[in-house]
């Protein structure tokens, strides 16, 4: 039962010209209270916008009289990304006039810093549509594959961060975190992987690396809108399982997973597990807004950002059959898969505690250079 305070007497009278704006803005605000969540997120919508746009905290004097803003995660977390993101992917197969493709593709390749250069097709004519120009495809000696490090960055990129698992806890960002489990799920079938069998002792952690003495290592790696949104492999293994994780499609901007906790664990993912020489290894395509489309070449029944899916759901496939006991072989540099557009991807790996990373925070570096090795 919604109640509001009145004034009696001579307070009504002493504090009518004060008091009046306060209690009927009490009044406004105990009516919004009463109403279920969505609709209240929905009508306060518009003072917390006016709250985080204002100068000079306008409508903050509004806080003394129990209105509260909702919290910026929360209203961003609100915001439709998938549906925009579908939007979004349509637009851009819409197939532009010829004379209309060099101003659009040229303002784009001047806001993001594009080099036309690399690319197999230099004629911006050539590209139909947005979505052919964001997935062109480079000159074959524009990457060139280091053959002297076991691991290479299998895209262009930005390195967020990179090191090893601790705790059973990734860094997305310096200093801020998020669950290796939830991240990349419940333990996978042994039958596809070899798992330490799991005990009360065994960490989630622990029971991803298979050898004595090794570690387990991870990387994460920016793509920005500019850059190549083509993915390869980064070392030599075999691909097991594939995981399939439908979830938001938040922006994955290095400020941005500064300020949401678990992140890459909210958005859709997909993760790829299997085996190298040193045991268990993982690449993860992790989207973001406007990238609901990822794609794995050999995995032609993957489909992302659909239109309806279950919280916390995620669909397996294994690649590991009566026909094909080993999975899917990659060698160092093969093309593996695509973003629409830019996202990030995450390495999890096991290795050797001699395993040493040659990247430093924040560095740019393109698909081909080293990232590590023994």
């Given at each position: 039962m919604c109640q509001s305070n009145t004034l009696q007497g001579p307070d009504l009278h002493t504090g009518k010209w004060?008091?009046?704006?306060?209690?009927?803005l009490r009044r406004r605000l105990g009516q919004l209270s009463c109403m279920s969540r969505p609709a209240l997120k929905l009508r306060s919508w518009p003072l917390t916008i006016l709250?985080?746009?204002?100068?000079?905290?306008?409508?903050?004097?509004?806080?003394?009289?129990?209105?509260?803003?909702?919290?910026?995660?929360?209203?961003?977390?609100?915001?439709?990304?998938?549906?925009?993101?579908?939007?979004?992917?349509?637009?851009?197969?819409?197939?532009?006039?010829?004379?209309?493709?060099?101003?659009?593709?040229?303002?784009?390749i001047w806001t993001f810093g594009v080099n036309m250069k690399e690319a197999a097709?230099?004629?911006?004519?050539?590209?139909?549509?947005?979505?052919?120009?964001?997935?062109?495809?480079?000159?074959?000696?524009?990457?060139?594959?280091?053959?002297?490090?076991?691991?290479?960055?299998?895209?262009?990129?930005?390195?967020?961060?990179?090191?090893?698992?601790?705790?059973?806890?990734?860094?997305?960002?310096?200093g801020v975190t998020y669950s290796l489990e939830s991240f990349l799920g419940p333990r996978i079938s042994t039958?596809?992987?070899?798992?330490?069998?799991?005990?009360?002792?065994?960490?989630?952690?622990?029971?991803?690396?298979?050898?004595?003495?090794?570690?387990?290592?991870?990387?994460?790696?920016?793509?920005?809108?500019?850059?190549?949104?083509?993915?390869?492999?980064?070392?030599?293994?075999?691909?097991?399982?594939?995981?399939?994780?439908?979830?938001?499609?938040?922006?994955?901007?290095?400020?941005v997973a500064r300020w949401i906790k678990e992140l890459f664990c909210h958005n859709e993912r997909v993760v790829l597990t299997g085996d190298w020489k040193h045991g268990f290894f993982s690449l993860t395509a992790v989207g973001a807004t406007n990238v609901g489309s990822i794609r794995i070449y050999f995995d032609q029944d993957l489909h992302t950002n659909s239109p309806f899916y279950s919280k916390g759901s995620y669909n397996d496939f294994s690649f590991v059959s009566n026909n094909n006991k080993e999975g899917i072989p990659m060698r160092k540099g093969e093309h593996l898969g695509e973003f629409n557009l830019g996202s990030t991807i995450v390495l999890i790996f096991e290795a050797p505690k001699d395993f040493k990373f040659h990247l430093k925070a924040g560095q740019k570096i393109r698909f081909g250079e080293a990232l590590g090795s023994l």
């Amino acid at each position: 039962m919604c109640q509001s305070n009145t004034l009696q007497g001579p307070d009504l009278h002493t504090g009518k010209w004060l008091q009046f704006p306060q209690l009927a803005l009490r009044r406004r605000l105990g009516q919004l209270s009463c109403m279920s969540r969505p609709a209240l997120k929905l009508r306060s919508w518009p003072l917390t916008i006016l709250y985080y746009l204002l100068p000079f905290g306008a409508l903050k004097p509004l806080t003394r009289v129990g209105w509260r803003p909702v919290s910026r995660v929360a209203l961003y977390k609100s915001v439709p990304t998938r549906l925009l993101s579908r939007a979004w992917g349509r637009l851009n197969q819409v197939e532009l006039p010829t004379w209309l493709r060099k101003p659009v593709y040229s303002l784009y390749i001047w806001t993001f810093g594009v080099n036309m250069k690399e690319a197999a097709v230099e004629d911006l004519h050539h590209y139909r549509n947005l979505s052919e120009f964001f997935r062109r495809k480079l000159k074959p000696q524009a990457r060139p594959v280091c053959c002297l490090h076991s691991v290479i960055s299998p895209s262009d990129g930005k390195i967020l961060n990179f090191g090893q698992v601790k705790n059973c806890e990734v860094e997305q960002v310096k200093g801020v975190t998020y669950s290796l489990e939830s991240f990349l799920g419940p333990r996978i079938s042994t039958e596809d992987l070899h798992f330490r069998e799991a005990s009360p002792g065994n960490s989630f952690q622990q029971q991803l690396v298979t050898k004595e003495g090794n570690e387990l290592y991870h990387c994460v790696i920016y793509l920005a809108p500019g850059d190549y949104h083509c993915f390869h492999s980064p070392t030599d293994w075999k691909v097991s399982h594939r995981r399939h994780f439908p979830g938001s499609l938040m922006s994955v901007n290095p400020g941005v997973a500064r300020w949401i906790k678990e992140l890459f664990c909210h958005n859709e993912r997909v993760v790829l597990t299997g085996d190298w020489k040193h045991g268990f290894f993982s690449l993860t395509a992790v989207g973001a807004t406007n990238v609901g489309s990822i794609r794995i070449y050999f995995d032609q029944d993957l489909h992302t950002n659909s239109p309806f899916y279950s919280k916390g759901s995620y669909n397996d496939f294994s690649f590991v059959s009566n026909n094909n006991k080993e999975g899917i072989p990659m060698r160092k540099g093969e093309h593996l898969g695509e973003f629409n557009l830019g996202s990030t991807i995450v390495l999890i790996f096991e290795a050797p505690k001699d395993f040493k990373f040659h990247l430093k925070a924040g560095q740019k570096i393109r698909f081909g250079e080293a990232l590590g090795s023994l």
